[in-house]
């Protein structure tokens, strides 16, 4: 005795008809193939064409108990066809398409920008200047700096986010953005 393929195979009829299978078994059938296409137009198209498929070999099949089986079967196998003949659009061409390289930022004024920062940060209270030398200069985590400073992670976060309110409000930095 051969057991079903599915646990649905078992309690399902045989089907007399191609015609009544699909009509039994069609949503289900549909979420299967809804499951291997993210565009539902796509699953009901990938479902038509397996269906074609079983309507061909609807007379060679012979345990019509496992035609779910057959029918997802078929939907993996079309599925990875398609996937397999996707067209690609990629061109030859002599020159590779790079994008126009943007102007280096001119050095002095780079180096002035670098001073007014400076400067702005000498200008905050000592406590704030540190916790934004450690976390930007020196590049340390929060938890590193408040290590460092023998604050708790909070403390740090609300001084840096005090301290970049600051520096934003910086006359001297609002003239050269």
């Excluded at 993996?76 to 020159?95: D, G, L, M, P, Y």
């Excluded at 590779?96 to 930022?105: I, R, V």
């Excluded at 290590?147 to 740090?156: K, L, Q, Y």
Aim: glycine share 2%; proline share 7%; with cysteine.
């Amino acid at each position: 005795m051969t057991t079903p393929v599915c646990t649905s195979a078992s309690t399902a009829a045989v089907f007399p008809s191609f015609s009544s299978y699909v009509r039994a078994r069609g949503p289900v059938l549909l979420r299967a193939a809804r499951s291997l296409s993210a565009n539902p137009n796509d699953a009901e198209d990938l479902l038509q064409t397996a269906l074609a498929k079983t309507y061909v070999a609807w007379e060679r099949i012979e345990d019509h108990r496992a035609l779910d089986g057959y029918v997802r079967r078929a939907l993996i196998n079309t599925r990875t066809s398609q996937w397999r003949k996707r067209r690609v659009e990629e061109f030859a061409v002599e020159e590779l398409p790079e994008p126009d390289p943007l102007p280096s930022p001119d050095p002095a004024e780079l180096e002035g920008l670098r001073d007014a920062m400076w400067r702005a940060v000498m200008r905050l209270p000592p406590r704030q200047r540190a916790m934004v030398v450690l976390r930007y200069y020196e590049d340390l985590s929060e938890a590193q700096t408040a290590e460092v400073m023998e604050v708790s992670v909070g403390t740090v976060k609300s001084a840096v986010s005090r301290a970049l309110a600051k520096l934003r409000q910086d006359p001297e930095l609002a003239m050269i953005a």
